[in-house]
Each structure stands twice: as C-alpha cells, then as structure tokens.
C-alpha cells in the first residue's frame, strides 16, 4: 500500500478502505512505503489531511451552491407564476413535465441508437471474419475496411463475390496462397520463397502515385512487420526449408528435392 495511491483516491472523492485509514493513522513521515526504491518518494501525512481538508471544503461549497441555485429557481418560479390562475400554473407544470420527459426520452433514444449500431457493427466484423476465412484473406480489418470503402452489402452474394474477385486481383499478396507443397519448385529443384502478405501489400501500397492518411500510417506498420520477419528470417531466407532464394543449392541439397 502506498501513499501516493491513497492521496489519489482521496483527490478523486473516492471512500477509503478501513485498511487504507488505518494506514493513513499509522502513517509516519519519513518511513518508505513499499521497499527500498521508494524511500524518495515519501509523503508526510500533513499532506494527506490537507487533502482531505481541501476536499471536504469543495464539497460543502458545491452543496452550498447547489441549495442557492435550488432557491433562486424556486423563487424565479414563483415570479413567473405570480398572478396566474389554478389553470395556468397546472399547465406551467404540465409544460416542465414533458420538457422533463422529452430530455429524458431523447437520451434513452441516443442509448438505444448506439446499442443497435454496436449490434450492428459486431454483426458486420463478424460477417467479415466468416468472409476472410473463407476465401482465405489474411487481414479482416482491411477487408472490412475495403468494403466499406466499395460501399458492397455484404449480405449480396454476387456483389460480395464480384468484389473478392477483384481484390484477388488487386492484392493477390492479401490471400494465403492454396498451393500444394511443391508449387513453386523451379527447374532446377530448389524452392522458391513468396513474399509475405505484409511484403506484398507494402509493395502494392509503394506503388501508388498517392496515398491516404490511413494508407500512410499502414505502410508505416507494414514496413515494421516486414522489418521483424526479415530479422527473424534472415534476408532472403525461405521460411519453409531454411534454402537461401537468388542463390543455388548444392548439388546434395537439390537432389533432394523432388
């Protein structure tokens, strides 16, 4: 337990524990907290009663003004109401209650409209992950962010297709590749390495005249994931068998190969 925590929950209004209190009454300028480290970071308890102190005060202000502001709109009620009838105060009050009631019915509707559009945004994501899955693209979030951009309803099966198609041909490096093993084997038996998805989407976004300001900060994420795999790779190293791409095999190593 530390000083500094119980000052912080005293400067947010929050209740102490009696544990807490019962630190604060056995608390003693000069002993550390919590370990050696933190010897120069002690807190006199003078310190925390000032607190306290300040914080009470701010509250007995805030009541004080609140009792005003509550007697001051009374009294002005009461002018406004002067020399009304029966009739015309009930509709005054009337009038105050459904004010009262349209403010509360307004915030119950923006709830309402940021659950359903919560709802609808979890459906979507969840829409999308089903759809990356299946056509085996790698990024969900850059393909929910493609079809909203494409403004395609992802409930149309031929849009949804006619899209994907599309963007196969686009970013060909964003879909794992289904190849069996041995795809890509060249002539003379050593294996090829493929770019990774991040390698061939930073490429695709490098060769755009012009970018957005979202495109800009993802070449600057991709250009870290491509850093980190070619560190944990090594440069052109196959991540499959460890084979070197640009240079032959021996002549061991690529009789192996079939």
Excluded: C, W
């Excluded at 306290?52 to 009792?67: F, G, H, P, T």
């Amino acid at each position: 337990m530390k000083i500094e925590e119980i000052l912080a929950k005293v400067a947010k209004g929050e209740t102490l524990t009696d544990a807490e209190k019962q630190f604060v009454a056995d608390y003693k300028p000069g002993a550390a907290d919590a370990g050696p480290e933190e010897n120069a970071a002690r807190i006199p308890k003078a310190r925390l009663d000032a607190e306290i102190a300040k914080r009470k005060e701010a509250e007995a202000k805030n009541a004080e003004l609140a009792a005003k502001l509550e007697d001051l709109t009374s009294k002005v009620e009461e002018l406004e109401t002067a020399g009304m009838t029966e009739a015309e105060k009930a509709k005054k009050e009337a009038e105050k209650a459904s004010a009262k009631q349209a403010a509360q019915l307004a915030q119950l509707t923006k709830e309402r409209d940021e659950a359903v559009k919560k709802a609808a945004e979890m459906e979507f994501n969840g829409k999308v992950q089903t759809l990356a899955a299946r056509h085996n693209f790698t990024d969900p979030d850059y393909l929910a962010f493609k079809l909203r951009a494409g403004a395609v309803k992802i409930d149309d099966d031929g849009a949804v297709a006619t899209f994907m198609k599309g963007l196969e041909k686009a970013a060909p490096g964003m879909f794992k590749s289904t190849a069996k093993p041995g795809a890509g084997t060249t002539a003379n038996g050593t294996q090829t390495a493929q770019p990774s998805a991040a390698k061939q989407r930073l490429d695709e976004l490098n060769s755009k005249k012009e970018l957005t300001n979202r495109e800009v900060a993802e070449v600057i994420e991709l250009q870290g994931k491509v850093k980190a795999e070619a560190a944990q790779n090594g440069t052109g190293v196959n991540n499959n068998n460890g084979t070197a791409t640009g240079s032959s095999n021996t002549g061991g190593d690529a009789g192996k190969q079939e």
